[in-house]
């Protein structure tokens, strides 16, 4: 019995390539969500301060750190996905 039913015309490399491009998808947008989450946390704990000193450099940085995270699976989603394609394409030459 098979554990995965693959098409008969899909040969594996191309079934594997997507299933790279899947998963990278879903991975970085469930990392995105939570650095666009933390982001609107950190904010509203801004807003929520009171013009106290303390929470409002603790908040910054929350949002300072969550922005840095969001670019970092950005560009981690773009190179994967770029490095994939690239290398089936030579492939298939």
């Not at 015309?9 to 390539?17: E, H, T």
């Not at 990278?24 to 801004?46: E, H, Q, R």
């Amino acid at each position: 019995m098979w554990l995965v039913k693959a098409e008969q015309d899909m040969d594996v490399a191309k079934w594997f390539k997507e299933k790279i491009l899947f998963w990278n998808d879903k991975i970085a947008t469930f990392l995105a969500l939570g650095a666009i989450f933390a982001v609107v946390f950190g904010s509203l704990k801004m807003v929520l301060s009171a013009g106290e000193e303390e929470k409002i450099k603790k908040s910054k940085e929350i949002v300072k750190w969550w922005l840095i995270w969001l670019l970092v699976v950005a560009s981690a989603w773009f190179l994967v996905s770029v490095v994939v394609k690239v290398i089936y394409s030579v492939g298939n030459v």
